[in-house]
């Protein structure tokens, strides 16, 4: 039984104006191909403008707290503060290389980790309520709202530098309100994405897509890198602008299901067939096409569908891996020297971005290969494991070389992104539409934020604990992140046993149907 019209048209929100512009330009109605590329391209470009708004935190963050002697491949030199008069007050003007109060005092480390503790603790916090309301609202609302708010704070924390604000709890506030219309945004993409593809191939398919978190990341740090030399301001405003475009965009365009638009799901469907026998010996993870509206499923309900648990904790320590070379990366390799000397701010930015670059290749293998293996938990354990070598050899020999440290940055980047993006995509679609729920799709937000908040936790943990830990030695720092990448793997241990049973039952009915046709 299909949807009843009425049903169809308060979760659409009528007909879309984009629709409407491509369907005129196209002469007739659009394929499901069609649609599913313009939720692909949408999506895609609404996080990556996401993650480049968070990125230039990162970029800044050197800038706000010089600590080196000497900076740069070309050793900018620390400059004298240029105090001028105006209306009898003091003002400190801030150029490259002067820092910015409060951050450029001793305790400017810890401040810095504290403005990231508070966006990704209030981001994780929301993330929780996100998902309880994407499933119940029209999510391309829902997702533009976010977008513009997150544009608008992220330029707001960029005013403070025309506005020559010192005040801490300025920037605090900033933050926190950034996070909390950040945490609209996963839930509601993987959602909409969940919704235009069935689960043939999504590990693939989200792991290309999944790009978007590296990708933004890398536009991120470009663009906060280039605009230091205008200032730091320009640094936030230039990627809360763009994303603001980009969430006008979202609610011009995005179909959030095919029915909100009318398309045929069976019509020319992006779809992949099912290995014959899959169905005999169904995996953990098998999703069912809804056939008729339910009601949202609950909070505490969604935390008891088999593999959310694990999941979720596993990407606690994953993303506290994750973020961690998030926030701080670009700040290490600035305050490290490599080759004996001291890169720029703008050049470890820009050094920063291979680790992404390495994250995007890592998000790809692991959808490819856990759609080979059918077996997500058994991919995303194997590149944690994986990770713990890779960051013990970034510490110990990245100080050689720039040539080393960029190699063995992407490698890293690889093995740790690899996992997060298998999980925080695929593996949050899966269990979204897990056949317990009886072919109800409207928990996908739901399990997507409970999973993804549960890391966001992990997120925020890490980088605080940077911010203190980094002060006394940056070894202590990767022996915290190897331990966090070996218990993430650990975590689902029970979950990777169950899928070699699965892989050893499925093996053996291969063979009794050829004996019993000797018989």
């Not at 070379?325 to 971005?353: C, E, M, N, Q, R």
Request: glycine share 12%; aromatic share 12%; charged share 15%.
């Amino acid at each position: 039984m299909g949807l009843a019209p009425e049903v169809l048209a308060r979760r659409s929100g009528g007909k879309l104006v984009g629709a409407r512009v491509l369907q005129y330009i196209n002469g007739g109605p659009l394929s499901f191909k069609t649609y599913q590329l313009i939720v692909l391209i949408v999506t895609f470009l609404a996080y990556t403008s996401y993650h480049a708004t968070r990125k230039t935190t990162s970029i800044v963050k050197s800038v706000l707290d010089p600590q080196s002697a000497d900076t740069g491949l070309t050793f900018f030199r620390l400059r004298p503060i240029n105090v001028t008069e105006s209306n009898g007050l003091r003002r400190v003007s801030s150029k490259l290389g002067e820092g910015w109060a409060p951050f450029n005092g001793s305790d400017g480390t810890s401040l810095l980790g504290q403005l990231d503790v508070a966006f990704l603790a209030v981001y994780a916090f929301g993330m929780y309520f996100s998902g309880h309301f994407g499933d119940r609202c029209n999510l391309r609302i829902f997702l533009t709202v976010g977008m513009v708010g997150t544009g608008l704070f992220t330029s707001l924390f960029g005013v403070g530098y025309w506005g020559n604000i010192h005040n801490f709890y300025y920037f605090l506030v900033v933050q926190m309100i950034a996070g909390l219309f950040q945490s609209t945004g996963w839930p509601s993409v993987v959602a909409v994405v969940g919704n235009w593809f069935g689960k043939s191939k999504r590990g693939l398919i989200m792991g290309i897509w999944n790009a978007h978190t590296s990708v933004g990341n890398i536009v991120g740090s470009l663009i906060g890198s280039a605009m230091l030399t205008y200032g730091w301001g320009w640094s936030f405003v230039v990627p809360g602008l763009i994303t603001a475009f980009i969430g006008l965009v979202v609610f011009l365009i995005l179909p959030v299901t095919p029915e909100s638009v009318g398309a045929d799901r069976e019509e020319d469907d992006i779809s992949f067939p099912v290995k014959g026998g899959e169905e005999a010996a169904e995996p953990l993870l098998r999703q069912e096409t809804p056939v008729e509206e339910k009601e949202a499923v609950g909070f505490l309900e969604a935390w008891k569908i088999p593999g959310v648990a694990p999941f979720a904790l596993c990407l606690f320590f994953a993303k506290l891996v994750a973020y961690t070379f998030l926030y701080w990366l670009p700040f290490y390799v600035s305050h490290t020297a490599i080759d004996g000397k001291y890169l720029s701010s703008g050049t470890s930015g820009t050094l920063s971005t291979l680790f992404d670059v390495g994250g995007v290749l890592g998000g790809i293998l692991a959808g490819h290969i856990s759609d080979r293996l059918d077996a997500r938990a058994i991919t995303a354990a194997s590149f944690m494991y994986c990770a713990i070598p890779a960051l013990f050899f970034y510490r110990s020999y990245g100080h050689i070389s720039l040539l080393l440290n960029g190699a063995l940055m992407f490698v890293t980047g690889m093995f740790v992104n690899g996992p997060y993006a298998l999980i925080t995509t695929a593996v949050s679609a899966d269990l979204g539409t897990h056949k317990s729920l009886k072919g109800n799709s409207r928990a996908l937000a739901t399990v997507t934020a409970i999973i993804d908040g549960t890391g966001s936790i992990g997120a925020a943990v890490g980088p605080l604990l940077t911010g203190y830990i980094s002060a006394k030695s940056w070894s202590a720092v990767f022996t915290m992140l190897m331990g966090a990448a070996l218990v993430a793997g650990l975590l689902l241990t029970k979950l990777v046993v169950a899928e070699v049973t699965t892989k050893i039952e499925e093996s053996r009915p291969n063979r009794a149907p050829e004996s019993s046709l000797i018989v």
